[in-house]
């Protein structure tokens, strides 16, 4: 695999956990990384996102009216994401199944990351340690993409 630098496939762990950090939202405005997301990533995310919200609310955490806030502020972060449908890497899915193992879910990620010839930005390392694929965190990231001025 021919690996492209300043690209990488983003992980919806990334989406739930991270988005919400300032310096990580700094570091996706600074552009100078392209960032790939499938559909079924991003619709697991916003999944994600809006029931841990809704917990919180209901743990009085958060007011309710800040719940559409955060969500909208997702929008904004991933409104600068590729979103890649499906028919993009489904030839990569066999391979990927083999890059793999541990959880199924995870495996578009991987096939996109193949098809596209990139590494994988994820907070779940369990999920992707040992699959061949380059793996990055946002420290790594940042290390080796350095964003002027963040």
Not at 69 to 97: E, H, K, Q
Request: glycine letters at 8%; one cysteine or more; hydrophobic letters at 50%.
């Amino acid at each position: 695999m021919v690996l492209r630098p300043g690209r990488v496939v983003v992980d919806a762990n990334v989406v739930v956990g991270e988005l919400t950090k300032r310096p990580v939202l700094e570091y996706i405005a600074a552009g100078h990384v392209t960032y790939f997301l499938t559909q079924r990533q991003r619709s697991e995310a916003e999944h994600e996102v809006l029931k841990r919200l809704l917990v919180a609310q209901e743990r009085g955490v958060i007011d309710p009216s800040m719940v559409s806030v955060f969500l909208g502020n997702i929008d904004i972060a991933l409104s600068g994401f590729v979103l890649v449908p499906d028919g993009v890497y489904a030839d990569m899915l066999t391979l990927a199944a083999q890059h793999v193992l541990i959880d199924p879910d995870d495996r578009p990620t991987a096939a996109l990351a193949l098809a596209l010839g990139c590494g994988i930005w994820t907070s779940d390392k369990a999920a992707f340690w040992g699959c061949g694929l380059p793996i990055w965190t946002f420290e790594t990231l940042g290390r080796v993409h350095p964003a002027p001025g963040v």
